[in-house]
Structure formats: structure tokens, C-alpha cells
């Protein structure tokens, strides 16, 4: 057999356009020939081929049942694929030497079932932090985890111990913070190259490169500001959110999340006004300007738990983590997921999100009708809505950042 055949999708127009003018075969006996046929504005279906051998030289759709070996003897044909097997067929179908789309393509009526095999078909590798307590068992407890997907089998290992959080790339390496350990740098085998401790209590969650400016940016809840490093990880300056943790001597606003863009710098929050310890989410995504440090408001308002800041194609993505929605087009909801969303990537398809235990349900209560406790990996793809989830042992129960490598 052939390596396995990359299937071409199209649609009933872009299929009536490929096989004007040919013999029509249709490859597969049942429902799925028959409905298709339907859809056919040229009237040349030739014949209907089939693998099970006691239907050749039956009729079905007015039309006689042949044996798939007697195509090669065909001339000005197109064939459509009306089976489920259509990987297979397709595999059988360019053994014979026939050219997908060319000479062939899966019926549009298994579109819904392209969807699902393109999902199942995913093979990627990615890194996930967890801020869940530090242990040196490899299989759970906090730090950065590799995720291999090969279809439908994912494995996973604990490749850095700590309590990480924030995780980018930088070069050819990766920077995270971890609480003990502070900001550090390692390689594509996972060794750590340079690691510079941060302010003791800080807790350090989201971390941003700005190479126009050459400076590191940390949000550290505890904190309730941003810190800016330089590219040896050497404090340069501070940008506070408010007056609250310097009057109150505790954090306020949990600060979460930023993103640097040109010279703006936004930040995810739990509450603007810093009052979520009591109960009040206003949570939100500030704008600093960077060269100023100036405060130039909120960018969006009437947020739950919001965490990673992204932009992608263009557009600033939010996670509004409680509700377990993804926000981007004007802060749209795109996507809508019954967990504590966290953790954030996009491959140009599919959409890689987290999903933690969630440790707050009771606040679901009434907003959601169905809130889930386990945690893993959402693949969501936006256009058809179609997602799938790569559950993780209740162990991991923490997933802050996603990193596509």
C-alpha cells in the first residue's frame, strides 16, 4: 500500500465543476452514494465501484456495481468517494495511480465526518506548565510537562520540576518563571542555561520578551505590578497597578497575565478596583504605556478570572477563565467550554487550550449546565466549533501556559 493519501475536501459546487464533462463514478454502495447523486448537476454517473465482491454486477441508482480493480481501465472518469473507509479508499485509489482531487475526492456529505477524522489526525508536540505544588515524581506535581500527540494517542513527561507559570519562546530557547527558581532560560533538551532569583514573594505568573525594547516584563500577583528586567535578567524598573498593596501591605487586583505590543503593555487582572477578595470580579485588561509607565485604562471591562492576553492574526485573544470562554474579534466570545479555562496557543487551525480543575464551581452555578473538574488539553477548532480534549490525570491539576513547539 501507499503512504497514507492526503485528502482534499471540496464542496458540491467545486465538485460539479471537476467532473463536468467525465464519467461520474461513485465509490461506495448506499445512503451516502444516493445522496450524493442528488447533489450531482451532471447526469454522466457511469457506475457505482465497491470492495465487497457479492454486489458486482448488481444496479443500484439505475447504474451497475463494478469491481474498483476495472477503474484502471477507464478513460474520462472522476470518482467521488461515498464510504466512510474514505481514508482507505483513497489509499486503494492512489495505488491504482489515480491523482486525489484530480481524479477523485470524498463526497461533501461526509464533510461532518472530515471534521471529526481531521481532529483524531492531530500530531503535535507541545510544553504545559502547572504551578501545582513541586514534586520530583515525573508523572504529576508543578513545573513544564512536554505533550505529544500522535493521533489518537498523547503521552506526556515532567521535563522541569518547579512551580511554573508563564512560558515564551526566545530564540531558539524558552524563558518561564517558577517561584522558587525566579525567571530562567532553557534549551530544546531541557536544560536550564541561566536562572536569576526575583523578589521573594512576588509569585511571578506571566512573562513577555519585548525585542523592540530589549526588556523582560514579569506580572507577579503578589506583587500587584510588573517588572521589567533586562536581557540578563537585571531589575531595571517597576510598574505598580495601584496605590492599594503599598497602603494595605497585601495584593489586591491579582495581576495575572501581559502582553506586549509595539509600546503597549496590557495586563490581565481578577478586579480593577481590587476588590476580588471581596467577592467582587470586575476583572480586566489594563493598558501601560511602556515608555511612560502610564496607566491608559482598560482595553476590557466586566471580565471572570481572566487569563492569558494573546494576539493572534491580528486580533487580542483573552481567556475569560471562570466562564471558560475564549474572547478575540472584539472580544467576542468564539468559543465556550464547560471548565476553568487557562493556558493559551494557536497552530493556525486549531486552537490549544487548558483547562484546569476548577477549584471555584459553585460560582458556575447558574451560569453554566454543565461545569467540568478535569483538566487537560482543548483542541477547538473556531470555524466548525468542533473541539476534543486530551484529559491528564487528576494529579495535573493545574495548567497555567501552552507553548506549540
Known amino acids: 500500500m501507499s503512504a497514507r493519501t492526503k485528502i482534499n475536501w471540496t464542496t458540491f459546487q467545486d465538485l460539479n465543476k471537476n467532473c463536468k464533462n467525465k464519467k461520474i463514478i461513485l465509490f461506495g454502495a448506499g445512503p451516502i452514494s444516493e445522496k450524493t447523486s442528488r447533489r450531482l448537476i451532471s447526469h454522466n454517473l457511469f457506475a457505482i465501484a465497491d470492495n465487497a465482491s457479492n454486489l458486482w454486477g448488481k444496479s443500484e441508482l439505475n447504474v451497475e456495481i463494478i469491481n474498483p480493480d476495472d477503474l484502471v481501465n477507464l478513460s474520462d472518469i472522476y470518482i467521488v468517494i461515498c464510504t466512510t473507509s474514505f481514508q482507505e479508499v483513497s489509499d486503494q485509489l492512489s495505488d491504482y495511480g489515480f491523482k486525489n482531487d484530480k481524479d477523485f475526492c470524498v463526497s461533501p456529505v461526509l464533510n461532518d465526518l472530515r471534521i471529526i477524522s481531521d481532529l483524531e489526525n492531530i500530531s503535535t508536540k507541545l510544553l504545559f506548565t502547572s504551578g501545582s505544588p513541586k514534586s520530583d515524581d515525573k508523572n504529576f506535581g508543578g513545573g513544564i510537562y512536554e505533550l505529544i500527540v500522535e493521533k489518537d494517542k498523547w503521552t506526556y513527561q515532567k521535563v522541569i520540576s518547579g512551580n511554573c507559570y508563564g512560558l515564551i519562546n526566545y530564540g531558539d530557547n524558552f524563558i518561564s518563571v517558577d517561584t522558587e527558581m525566579g525567571i530562567f532560560e532553557f534549551d530544546s533538551n531541557y536544560n536550564i542555561i541561566k536562572s536569576k532569583e526575583l523578589p521573594q514573594g512576588m509569585r511571578a505568573h506571566g512573562v513577555q520578551f519585548s525585542s523592540k525594547h530589549e526588556k523582560f516584563f514579569i506580572v507577579g500577583s503578589y506583587l500587584d505590578g510588573v517588572l521589567i528586567l533586562d536581557k540578563e535578567f537585571n531589575f531595571i524598573d517597576e510598574i505598580p497597578l495601584s496605590y492599594k498593596k503599598s497602603r494595605f501591605g497585601v495584593p489586591k487586583h491579582h495581576c495575572n497575565d501581559c502582553l ?75 468559543g465556550k467550554f464547560p471548565a476553568f479555562t487557562r493556558g493559551l496557543d494557536f497552530d493556525g487551525i486549531y486552537y490549544f487550550i487548558g483547562q484546569s480543575r476548577n477549584r471555584n464551581y459553585s460560582k458556575n452555578i447558574g451560569m453554566s449546565k454543565n461545569i467540568s473538574i478535569d483538566a487537560g488539553i482543548i483542541v477547538f477548532d473556531e470555524i466548525t466549533k468542533a473541539s476534543r480534549f486530551l484529559q491528564l490525570p487528576p494529579k495535573i491539576s493545574e495548567i497555567h501556559s501552552i507553548l506549540l513547539i
Open 260 to 334: 506586549v505590543w509595539e509600546d503597549s503593555l496590557y495586563i490581565s487582572m481578577f478586579s480593577r478596583t481590587g476588590n476580588w477578595q471581596n467577592d467582587v470580579f470586575d476583572g480586566c485588561i489594563l493598558e501601560f504605556d511602556i515608555e511612560t509607565k502610564e496607566n491608559l485604562g482598560p482595553i476590557k471591562e466586566n471580565l471572570w478570572m481572566p487569563h492569558n492576553i494573546q494576539m493572534i492574526d491580528g486580533s487580542l485573544h483573552v481567556l475569560n477563565s471562570l466562564p471558560g470562554e475564549l474572547l478575540a474579534n472584539n472580544f467576542q466570545v468564539i
